[in-house]
C-alpha cells in the first residue's frame, strides 16, 4: 500500500444527498450533520434541501421494505431530482 498524497482524494468535488431514517423523533438528524462536516474534509457539495430524515420510520416502511408513506416517497423524489440538477450545474 503507497503513500496517499492529499491530493488522492476519490470523492473531492462529487455532488452528495443525505437521506436517512430512525424509528424515533429525530430522524437521523444528528448523524447527517456529522456526514456534512465529513463533507467539508472531503470536498464534496451536498445537496441542502431537501432535507430527509424519516422519522417513525416502523410506521412508514412495512416489513419488506416497501415505503408506503406518500409525502415521503415525494420528498425523496425531490431529493433526487435535486441531486440530478445539482449534478449537471457542478459539471458545466
Known sequence: MGFKTPNDNAF??????IMGASTGMVGTARVQYQLRQCFVFLNMFPINRPEVMVNHAAEK???NGTLKDEKTKQ???????????WT???KE
Open 88 to 90: 449537471k450545474r457542478i
Open 12 to 17: 473531492d468535488s462529487k455532488p452528495v444527498a
Open 75 to 85: 420528498l425523496i423524489a425531490r431529493l433526487i431530482k435535486n441531486l440530478s440538477v
Open 61 to 63: 416502511i412495512d416489513q
